[in-house]
C-alpha cells in the first residue's frame, strides 16, 4: 500500500504538476472509511484511492478542486455525515488535505508564424503545457505534434479564451494589429485569470493598442500589464532570438506568480 501509494504521487505530479492529498486523520461513530484512507485529486478529478465514495468523496473531491485553483497549501475539516455531508450515518470525521508540487506552466500561443514557429518547440522542452491557436490550417501543421501541444485551428482566434485555465499565459503574435485586439481585448476581460498578457511589437504598436483597447472599455490599470513589445531586451529580431527572450520573460514572470 506504502509503496502503491508514493509510486501514485509521484506519478501524478509528473503527470499534472500539481494534486491535492486527502487523509482520514480520525473518526468518531459510523464512518465509510478506516483512519488512514487516502485519495489524491488531480484538476480532472480522482486519480487514486478512496475515500469512502458517495457523498463524502464529493465533499473532498469540492475541496480538493477549490485547493488545486486558489493559493491554499493545507486544510483540515471536520465533519459531521450527517449535517455537513448529507449522509444517512451520524458519525464525525476528520480529514487533512495537502497540497503538492506545482502547477504546470500552461501557455496559449495566438498565432503560428515564423516566430511561434521557433518558440513553441522550446517551450515544448520545458515543464509546460502549449496551445497554440491560428485560423491558418498551413501553420497550424507545421508545428510538431506533441503531447503538450494542442493545436486550435478556428476562424475567430479571440473565442478560443474562454475555455483558457486560470493561471495561461497568453502571447499574442498573429498576422498583425487588427487579429490581436480581439483577442487582448477578451483576454483583459478575463484579466484577473491570467498573469501574463503579452503581445509582439514595438513601443509605438503598444500605443495603438492600448488606445483601441481603452476605447473597448478597458481600464488604464488592466492595460498596465500589458507586456509590449514582448520578451526581454536583448538579441536582434530573427525568430530564435526573439523566441529565446519570450521565454527569459515568462520564465521571471512565473517566478513572480509563485
Keep these: ?40 485529486f488531480t484538476k480532472e478529478g480522482l486519480f487514486w484511492g478512496s475515500i469512502g465514495g458517495g457523498k463524502i468523496e464529493h465533499a473532498v473531491q469540492i475541496k ?106 497568453i502571447i499574442s503574435m498573429t498576422q498583425g494589429h487588427k487579429y490581436d485586439v480581439p483577442i487582448l481585448h477578451k483576454a483583459f476581460l478575463k484579466a484577473a485569470d491570467f498573469p501574463y498578457i503579452g503581445v509582439i511589437g514595438s513601443k509605438q504598436k503598444a500605443q495603438v493598442i492600448k488606445a483601441d483597447l481603452k476605447e473597448l472599455g478597458i481600464l488604464e490599470q488592466d492595460l498596465e500589464r500589458l507586456f509590449c513589445p514582448i520578451g526581454l531586451n536583448f538579441g536582434s529580431n530573427i525568430p530564435e532570438e526573439i523566441a529565446f527572450s519570450i521565454i527569459g520573460q515568462i520564465l521571471t514572470e512565473r517566478e513572480l506568480c509563485l
Excluded at 503527470?15 to 461513530?29: D, I, P, W
Excluded at 500561443?109 to 514557429?117: I, L, R
Excluded at 491560428?134 to 473565442?159: A, T
Aim: net charge negative.
Design 1 to 40: 500500500m506504502k509503496i502503491d501509494f508514493i509510486k501514485k504521487m509521484e506519478t501524478a505530479i509528473e503527470n499534472y504538476g500539481e494534486v491535492v492529498l486527502a487523509t482520514m486523520v480520525s473518526h468518531r461513530g459510523s464512518a465509510p472509511q478506516i483512519d488512514g484512507a487516502k485519495v489524491i
Design 64 to 169: 480538493s478542486k477549490e485547493m488545486l485553483e486558489e493559493n491554499e497549501a493545507n486544510f483540515f475539516a471536520k465533519w459531521n455525515l450527517q449535517k455537513d455531508i448529507g449522509m444517512t450515518c451520524g458519525g464525525e470525521v476528520s480529514i487533512f488535505f495537502e497540497k503538492f508540487g506545482k502547477p504546470k506552466l500552461k501557455i496559449a500561443v495566438f498565432g503560428a508564424g515564423h516566430v511561434s514557429q521557433s518558440l513553441i518547440p522550446l517551450l515544448l522542452k520545458l515543464d509546460c503545457e502549449v496551445k497554440c491557436i491560428d485560423p491558418r490550417v498551413d501553420w497550424i501543421e507545421k508545428l510538431p505534434s506533441h503531447k503538450k501541444l494542442e493545436k486550435v485551428c478556428i476562424e475567430n482566434s479571440e473565442d478560443a479564451i474562454a475555455s483558457l485555465e486560470k493561471g495561461t499565459f
